[in-house]
């Protein structure tokens, strides 16, 4: 049942532990395997073996976790096994560690909580982990066509929510983020990727401010940075407008931002490292004296699962394009007490180039 993608986690062991403690501790690997689109799963885990996997669910998960195994035909190869109480688990977990004889056990280390790995060892007689973190960031990273669909539609989601947003009401950072997030679940969305970042004026200099109750001004950039979840997968697009009538500093801006993310666009390709990528798009805007060293992060980042999915287009991350990466490519300009601009898209990586995701109006600076 599973992909050839998943060998590596059992190079060095036989047995893979997904451990989701309360919210927000969920480890996107278990929807990964599981491709759940229904349920929170909070205390779920699993025992994953090559064949097959062993799930562990509370009473008040089980019927959606069972129905959703059996419609995807998995019952002969999903062992499922609900649990009531706190103590019942960890009967029921010991129990199975025992009849599986696990001594050695891989685990994500980025996520699973120390409590639990001293649990592991203490209660149920794990005498040695080997974390698998790095290669399930791996697996992550190539998305099958399945994934890639639903990265489509999330992307295509806030794609028209961006062609939406110049007709909303402009009252508070605030009250534009409601109205964005509104937008994007009567689209289909489950829920916002991330909290909608609406930087107005000297905010959008930010690259990750804060939305507050501050009113929308006259003469200044609305900067809007914000994503979709559809089945669990997301998207991460940003906008920036000019609310009333842009200078020439202000045109400038956005067309050397505009031009350093489409001279990136064209490096794309697999074989390609992301610095390659990076530096296309810091070589247009380092050109500008005026806005020379105010590309002040990496070009993008992995995308999937997690809106930060794990790769990324950056000076400081070694990364070979290959095909099935989506990432996002998001130059930037950011002036201290003035403003800042930045255009961000999705793509996918594909045999010969790239797939834009986020067909969102972007030619030129829109006042609104």
């Known amino acids: ?35 759940f689109t229904s349920g929170v799963h909070e205390g779920s885990k699993i025992i994953l073996r090559s064949d097959g996997w ?11 976790a069972r129905r959703q195994v059996e419609e995807k035909g998995w019952l002969d190869h999903v062992e499922i096994i609900v649990y009531s109480s706190k103590k019942e688990f960890e009967e029921q977990f010991k129990q199975k560690v025992s009849e599986l004889g696990i ?13 639990v790995a001293t649990d592991l060892k203490e209660k149920y007689g794990i005498k040695q982990f080997i974390d698998v973190a790095e290669k399930w960031t791996e ?6 066509p399945e994934e890639i669909a639903r990265i489509r539609k999330a992307c295509e989601i806030a794609a028209k929510v961006a062609e939406e947003i110049p007709s909303m009401e402009l009252n508070t950072e605030l009250g534009v983020a409601a109205q964005v997030e509104f937008a994007m679940k009567m689209k289909g969305a489950s829920r916002q990727s991330f909290d909608t970042i609406v930087a107005a004026g000297a905010n959008s200099a930010d690259p990750h401010h804060g ?37 020439a500093k202000d045109k400038k801006m956005y067309e050397t931002v505009l031009k350093a ?18 530096k296309a798009a810091r070589d247009v805007i380092d050109s500008i004296p005026e806005f020379k060293d105010r590309f002040i992060h990496g070009l993008g980042h992995g995308l999937g699962l997690l809106v930060h ?5 950056s000076p400081h991350v070694d990364l070979e394009l290959k095909e099935g990466m989506v990432l996002t490519v998001e130059p930037g300009v950011y002036l201290q007490g003035y403003g800042g601009v930045r255009i961000e898209d999705d793509i996918v990586v594909t045999k010969k180039g790239y797939e834009l995701l986020t067909p969102a109006s972007k030619d030129e600076l829109i006042s609104i």
């Open 1 to 35: 049942m599973f992909e050839d993608r998943y060998k590596p986690l059992f190079e060095d062991t036989e047995y893979v532990l997904i451990w989701n403690a309360g919210m927000p501790i969920l480890d996107p690997n278990f929807f990964l395997i599981t491709q």
């Open 54 to 64: 062993t799930l562990f669910t509370s009473r008040l998960e089980y019927d959606v």
């Open 103 to 115: 001594e050695l056990l891989g685990i994500n280390g980025n996520l699973l909580p120390w409590n």
């Open 139 to 144: 697996i992550r990273l190539i998305k099958t």
């Open 211 to 247: 939305s507050s109750s501050r009113k929308i001004k006259t003469n200044e950039f609305l900067l809007i940075d914000f994503g979709a979840v559809y089945e669990n997968y997301c998207s991460d697009v940003t906008r920036t407008y000019f609310v009333g009538r842009s200078n």
């Open 261 to 278: 993310q489409e001279a990136a666009l064209e490096v794309i390709q697999p074989g390609v490292n992301g610095k390659e990528v990076d």
């Open 309 to 313: 999915d794990g790769g990324g287009l």
